[in-house]
């Protein structure tokens, strides 16, 4: 089972980086170019809609009966999910942060990457959540041209008839897609602290005013 599981991840994670590593430039390409975006959004709707299996068999002829083939495969299907995420991130940065970084002096590349990429980067750890968490469960299909780590587990119940190790196939990668999350969680709580600190400002505002008023919200 252990090997497995590393074979599993050995498959997923790259797939997810990968994925992440082609995402950031396209996305902002699609952010800043608008002429680009449909384009940019269109085709990576359009390689998602191809059945992941059939994607295995169209990459045989270019990376061959190789974990590559399942690793790229896995790659592509991260990038609607993860430039869709980042362009709707970068949107989402208020525009008077980019002007008083430029009014200092900053150039673009420096305003994206200290200013637009921190702020955008909860709604981009998002996106990274669900692609992780999807590419975890689609490399089960892998197993099909032998490399799908505990999908390993499905054909071999499938071709014996045989539950059991259907059952722990699902458990585990299940067990396996929670704790991936739960550690993007922790890493974007990590990354990004002036989200703590905006809704403990938040939060003792909201008790000010309630002291103030006399009243708690359950009064109210």
Known sequence: MTALTLDHLSIAVPAVLFGLVIALPLAVVAHRVRVLRGLILGA????FTIPSLAFFVLLLPVTGLTRSTAIT???????????????EGLDSVPAHAREASVAMGSRPLRTLLTVEL??????????VR???????SLVSVASYIGYG????LFTDGFQRSYTTPVIAGVVLTLVLAVLADGLLVTVQ?????WTRHRTATAAARTKRTVTAGGTTPEEA
């Open 73 to 87: 495969g896995l790659t592509i299907y991260t990038l609607v999910v993860l430039i869709r995420n980042t362009v």
């Open 118 to 127: 921190p702020l955008a980067l909860p709604v981009i750890m998002a996106g």
């Open 189 to 193: 709580y990590l990354c990004t602290p």
């Open 130 to 136: 669900v692609a992780t968490v999807m590419t975890i």
């Open 44 to 47: 990576s709707n359009v390689l």
């Open 149 to 152: 780590g505990l999908g390993q």
